[in-house]
């Protein structure tokens, strides 16, 4: 069964500064990789995905994956108070299967 | 755009007794829905997924007999927690499925007394 974890639990970064979160998994097979966030009480919603080796830049978020090391990073460039947040990475195999989440990483922004 | 309302947004039931919850996808038509629990230490379980005409597959320690799901048609889902107890609470989650984008509500959240 697949598993997925996240690095730090938690992290506390100073505005302005670059976030760093990761992600593990467990099964190679997996197709489909995303970055989702949730501010408290709110829905999650999904940042950045990619499916191929390599990384994505959209703004000021990049997503960085490496099938063969079973691993995908999550950077957030000049962070933001707003940034502040429950991020989970999420994993699917192909055909429309159900994500998993990771174990989620708390980030604080701080001004 | 894509909305996801699920209902009630909180429910407290008393433990043994049995409570309904409501995922409705607004704007799309979602092929397949997901069900998941938020604990208080945020980690997300899969419960089940749901795709319609299809059978619904439960994850372990998930069954039919405890969370039994409709998903009559392409838009509405709906699960029900049967029998709850205190293990039970939590923030369940809907996930629908647009394409490779999956569209989630703010959750049911589930007190048990």
């Known amino acids: 069964q697949q598993k997925v974890q996240q690095s730090p639990e938690s992290l506390i970064v100073p505005e302005g500064a670059m976030t760093s979160l990761n992600c593990t998994f467990s099964d190679s097979a997996s197709q489909y990789f995303a970055w989702y966030r949730q501010h408290s009480g709110k829905a999650p919603k999904a940042l950045m995905s990619?499916?191929?080796?390599g990384e994505k830049e959209e703004g000021r978020f990049t997503i960085h994956l490496n099938k063969a090391s079973l691993h995908f990073s999550l950077h957030i460039r000049d962070s933001q108070p707003s940034d502040s947040a429950l991020y989970l990475c999420?994993?699917?195999?192909?055909?429309?299967?159900?994500?998993?989440f990771g174990t989620g990483t708390t980030v604080s922004v701080s001004p | 755009g894509a909305l996801v309302y699920q209902y009630p947004r909180r429910t407290i039931c008393k433990s043994g007794t049995s409570m309904r919850m409501e995922c409705q996808a607004v704007?799309?038509?979602?092929?397949?829905v997901a069900w998941y629990r938020q604990s208080p230490q945020k980690t997300f379980e899969l419960i089940a997924l749901?795709?319609?005409?299809?059978?619904?597959?439960?994850e372990q320690n998930f069954t039919q007999e405890k969370f039994p799901i409709s998903h009559p048609n392409l838009s509405f889902s709906s699960m029900t927690v049967l029998n709850a107890y205190l293990e039970d609470r939590g923030l369940y989650l809907c996930g629908a499925r647009q394409g490779t984008e999956v569209f989630f509500g703010k959750g049911t959240r589930l007190t048990v007394v």
């Open positions: 704007g799309f038509q979602a092929t397949s």
């Open positions: 990619i499916f191929s080796n």
């Open positions: 749901s795709t319609v005409n299809s059978a619904i597959k439960y």
């Open positions: 999420a994993v699917s195999m192909k055909g429309g299967r159900a994500l998993i």
